[in-house]
C-alpha cells in the first residue's frame, strides 16, 4: 500500500517519539491528510537458531504493541490512520517511505530502537537524504518564563539571497495558512546570506530581499499575517535560540533553499544538532 500525500511519523515508545507523534497528528489533520505510523525494530544475530527466533518474536510484539497504542492516540485526535512494522534499519525504512510521503515526523532522540543516537542515525539520515520534507520534533525543555526574543505562537522561516524563489518560504506559508499562524520571514546578513557575492554584507540589500520574500507571501498567501526580521549572529546559532519559542522553524536543505550555508553536516546539522523546537527541512 502506497502512503502518497500521507505524514509518516516513526515510533518507538520513546518520550521523544511521543512528541513526534503530537506533532505529525497536528501536521495531518491540519492538512486534512492521512497519517501513517511506523515502527521498526532490529534482531541482532544470534548463533543459536531458536534464541534468535524468540528474540524476533519478542521485540516484534513489541513493535506492534508500541503501534497499537500510538494508533489509538491518533485515532481519538481525529487522525486518518494506518500502520506498518518493519524489520530492519529505522533509517532505510523511512527514507523508502519518504519517496511517497508528503511529509516524515521524526523525534531528535531515540531510545536506540528506533530513532538511534542524537542526530547519529535517523534524525542526521532523514533530512540529508529524504525525498520529501522532514520535520524534527525534539522534546522541549523547560525554560525561563520571559524569553527574548519570544516567537511564541509564529511560524519563522530563515531565508538567504534566493528569497521568493526558496521552497522554505513556500512551506513556511503553507503552514502558516494551514495552521492560521502569524508567519516571520528571517534573514542573518553576513556571507552566509549571498555565498556568490558581498550582497550579503549589505543590510539594505538583504532588507530588500525581505521585502520581496514579504510581496511573495502577501500575492500567494493573503490571509497570512507576516512580518521580516533582520537577525545579526551565525545562522544556527540564531535559528536555534528562535527555535525556542517559536511554534517551527523552517529551513532548506541547500543553499537555494534557505541559508547558503546550510549544508547538512555543518550549519543545519549545527541547528538540527541545537534546536529546542520542531524544525521543517524542505528542499
Known amino acids: 500500500m502506497g502512503n502518497e500525500s500521507a505524514v509518516v511519523v516513526g515510533v518507538d515508545g520513546s518520550d521523544n517519539a511521543r512528541v513526534a507523534l503530537d506533532a505529525a497528528i497536528t501536521e495531518a489533520t491540519s492538512r486534512k491528510a492521512p497519517l501513517h505510523l511506523v515502527a521498526a525494530y532490529h534482531a541482532p544475530a544470534v548463533r543459536r537458531h531458536s534464541v534468535a527466533v524468540e528474540y524476533e518474536k519478542v521485540v516484534r510484539d513489541e513493535a506492534f504493541a508500541i503501534l497499537a497504542e500510538a494508533a489509538e492516540q491518533a485515532r481519538d485526535a481525529g487522525a486518518d490512520v494506518t500502520t506498518s512494522v518493519h524489520s530492519g534499519d529505522a533509517s532505510g525504512v523511512l527514507l523508502e517511505q519518504s519517496r511517497t510521503a508528503a511529509l516524515v515526523v521524526v523525534g531528535a532522540r531515540g531510545r536506540g530502537g528506533f530513532m538511534g543516537r542524537l542526530l547519529g542515525s535517523v534524525a542526521a539520515a532523514l533530512p540529508a537524504h529524504a525525498a520529501c520534507p522532514v520535520l524534527l520534533v525534539p522534546r522541549r525543555v523547560d525554560a525561563p518564563a520571559h524569553r527574548e526574543p519570544d516567537y511564541s505562537g509564529r511560524i519563522v522561516v530563515g531565508i538567504d539571497a534566493s528569497g521568493p524563489a526558496s521552497p522554505a518560504l513556500s512551506a513556511a506559508a503553507d503552514a502558516a495558512h494551514r495552521r492560521n499562524l502569524p508567519l516571520v520571514v528571517a534573514a542573518v546578513a553576513g556571507p552566509d546570506f549571498d555565498a556568490d557575492s558581498r550582497a550579503g554584507d549589505d543590510p539594505d540589500a538583504v532588507r530588500g530581499v525581505l521585502a520581496q520574500c514579504l510581496d511573495s507571501v502577501a500575492a500567494s498567501h493573503p490571509d497570512v499575517q507576516a512580518t521580516t526580521e533582520l537577525l545579526e549572529g551565525p545562522p544556527a546559532e540564531v535559528l536555534a535560540r528562535v527555535s525556542a ?5 523552517v529551513v532548506g536543505a ?3 533553499g534557505g541559508f547558503r550555508a546550510m549544508r547538512l553536516g555543518s550549519t543545519v ?4 544538532g541545537h534546536a529546542q523546537g520542531p524544525v521543517l527541512v524542505v528542499r
Open 245 to 249: 519559542t517559536a511554534e517551527t522553524v
Open 254 to 256: 541547500r543553499g537555494s
Open 269 to 272: 546539522h549545527a541547528l538540527l
